[in-house]
T-cell receptor, first 116, second 112 residues
Framework: AQKITQTQPGMFVQEKEAVTLDCTYDTSDPSYGLFWYKQPSSGEMIFLIYQGSYDQQNATEGRYSLNFQKARKSANLVISASQLGDSAMYFCAMREGQGGGFKTIFGAGTRLFVKA | DAGVIQSPRHEVTEMGQEVTLRCKPISGHNSLFWYRQTMMRGLELLIYFNNNVPIDDSGMPEDRFSAKMPNASFSTLKIQPSEPRDSAVYFC??????????FGPGTRLTVL
């Protein structure tokens, strides 16, 4: 069963506008972490933002914020004031597990295109 | 810190040959992950280690794939014999238990 679902294979946004990338997850573990990574065309994986399952407030990092809705099991990434350099693949990921080890599972990704 | 180091960055080999990919995690990280990325299958977790011990290798596609972590600063992923369908980008990542994963630059493998 899919544990991380990103339903948008591709998204377009106008430069300087905000965009929301969707992510839903499935876990029975009460303690988990949610991550977003960016992969530009150069190929490297860049960590953007993290949300813990017990965090009361939504995480923010500069222009990135995570809209965490625990009851709906969603962790959408919001990018404000889009820039041309934001054009990339974006992956949502979930870490679960405890004790002996933690496992992180990635979604299929959303390709974001920022238009000038 | 130099980050996660992977070698080689590019590998081109012929079907049937043995391929060894190498990874040096960030010092102090005790979890290490091997991923494979292809257009068709996306980013797949192959295996991960915690404190040098393999915890979950359920993502390893076949017995042709094996991974070792002889010490905290080195890991290998070996494919023997390699096949054209193994062509992909292989990423190594490391982390502390409750932190984000830091990825290496990846090894682009082409099997002819």
């Amino acid at each position: 069963a899919q544990k991380i679902t990103q339903t948008q294979p591709g998204m377009f946004v106008q430069e300087k506008e905000a965009v929301t990338l969707d992510c839903t997850y499935d876990t029975s573990d009460p303690s988990y972490g949610l991550f977003w990574y960016k992969q530009p065309s150069s190929g490297e994986m860049i960590f953007l933002i993290y949300q813990g399952s017990y965090d009361q407030q939504n995480a923010t990092e500069g222009r990135y914020s995570l809209n965490f809705q625990k009851a709906r099991k969603s962790a959408n990434l919001v990018i404000s004031a889009s820039q041309l350099g934001d054009s990339a693949m974006y992956f949502c990921a979930m870490r679960e597990g405890q004790g002996g080890g933690f496992k992180t599972i990635f979604g299929a990704g959303t390709r974001l295109f920022v238009k000038a | 810190d130099a980050g996660v180091i992977q070698s080689p960055r590019h590998e081109v080999t012929e079907m049937g040959q043995e391929v060894t990919l190498r990874c040096k995690p960030i010092s102090g990280h005790n979890s290490l992950f091997w991923y494979r990325q292809t257009m068709m299958r996306g980013l797949e977790l192959l295996i991960y280690f915690n404190n040098n011990v393999p915890i979950d290798d359920s993502g390893m596609p076949e017995d042709r794939f094996s991974a070792k972590m002889p010490n905290a600063s080195f890991s290998t992923l070996k494919i023997q014999p390699s096949e054209p369908r193994d062509s992909a980008v292989y990423f190594c990542a490391s982390s502390s238990p409750l932190d984000e994963q830091f990825f290496g630059p990846g090894t682009r493998l082409t099997v002819l």
